[in-house]
């Protein structure tokens, strides 16, 4: 304070560093949407959450079914099955179409990048792409990707951070939704104060500017014990940003009925959106010819 002070008393204007923008990418898998309201997340509610989906457009080239493999790359790369190959969730394939990760480092070589993926196939599937990053684990459990992105961010604080959480889907598959189902939300919900609470303390150590998203890969059928189908219910996912939102993103309204899955597609922000957005934040320019599948979620 005593030096600006002085330097308006000078005459001089005070140099105001800007704030670096970084981005931090939560993936929880097998969320289904619907199910975050029924339990007490204080931890969630601090983001501005919107009603998406997946599984491309329905009826079209795009369709891919609501499975991980795929969905994960969709968020990943900003593009359908189309475009990026991925069918199953089969790690013996490649995808055909750059990631996020490629995008920044071509875009900005200077930027960083981390990956954090409890589930080792995500990585296995963006293989060309991975070598590229920074700093990448594969496998373990939620804990330990909790614990060493929390760790990462706070000793390295990587331009872009992903990690990928898969506690949920697990208790899905083996109990549908119910108690345990619950149980396992309010734990990721820990897991992203943890999150959240290193990268607030880095905004205020490093004048930095965080975009934190949240996103899931798919929903489940009506009793959350399966998915892959194209229904309303496992095509509708979410994304959550703590920051505001744009005009294609707040138009959003979580409150109206999908009666059929033209209304979902209609209503609601698709899953490729994630990769743009990342990108604007970044002021990372996008390119026609990558033909990404979404616009920006902010501007």
Do not use: C
């Amino acid at each position: 304070m005593k030096r600006l002070i002085l330097l308006f008393f000078l005459g001089l204007t005070p140099f105001v560093y800007a704030q670096q923008k970084k981005v931090l990418l939560i993936g929880i898998d097998g969320l289904q949407f619907e199910q975050i309201s029924k339990a007490n997340t204080p931890n969630f509610d601090t983001f501005t959450i919107k009603r998406g989906y997946n599984g491309g457009i329905f009826k079209t080239k795009s369709q891919q079914v609501t499975s991980s493999g795929p969905s994960w790359v969709t968020i990943l790369t900003g593009v359908w099955t189309d475009t990026h190959k991925i069918t199953s969730n089969s790690a013996s394939q490649v995808s055909a179409a750059k990631s996020i990760f490629r995008y920044i480092k071509e875009g900005n070589p200077k930027l960083t990048t981390a990956s954090f993926s409890t589930w080792k196939n995500i990585n296995l599937l963006l293989y060309k792409d991975i070598y590229k990053v920074n700093f990448s684990t594969q496998g373990g459990n939620d804990k330990i990707s909790t614990e060493a992105t929390v760790n990462h961010i706070k000793t390295v604080g990587p331009d872009f951070t992903f990690i990928h959480l898969d506690d949920i889907d697990h208790a899905g598959h083996a109990y549908g939704f119910g108690d345990k189902y619950k149980k396992a939300i309010l734990k990721v919900d820990n897991q992203i104060g943890q999150l959240l609470q290193v990268v607030q303390q880095r905004e205020k150590e490093f004048n930095e500017d965080w975009l934190v998203m949240l996103v899931t890969d798919h929903g489940r059928d009506k009793k959350g014990l399966h998915h892959g189908n194209q229904t309303v219910h496992e095509k509708t996912i979410f994304i959550g940003i703590n920051k505001k939102g744009n005009a294609l993103f707040n138009s959003v309204d979580n409150n109206k009925k999908m009666n059929s899955i033209k209304e979902l597609e209609s209503n609601s922000v698709p899953q490729t959106a994630v990769v743009p957005t990342i990108l604007s934040y970044l002021s990372i320019p996008i390119k026609k010819e990558w033909k990404l599948d979404a616009k920006a979620l902010v501007d």
